[in-house]
């Protein structure tokens, strides 16, 4: 890949990735999910979970980094949306 393909991809994971963050924040913070798709965060987390193992297949550190991090913040939030379900406050 060239120099220029690199930074465009680890600005483009950064930017998908630090859109998250206020999402996970405020969810962890008021615990609150009813506005939340159980549907579209599985999908999603799953989704993000390939794109890690497809990273780690190539080797990609841009894929891999950007991925990994967005699944821990996916999963938490898809805890916080499961724990409420489970718990019956949706």
Known sequence: ???T?????YIAASLTTASFIPQAILTLKTRDTAALSFSMYSLFT???LC?????IYLSN???IYANAITLVLA???LSC???NMISKKE
């Open 1 to 3: 890949m060239t120099i």
């Open 75 to 77: 999963v938490s939030i």
């Open 51 to 55: 794109w890690l193992i497809y990273g």
């Open 5 to 9: 393909a690199d930074i465009i991809g």
């Open 81 to 83: 949306k499961i724990y």
């Open 46 to 48: 799953l989704g993000v």
């Open 61 to 63: 550190k841009v894929i």
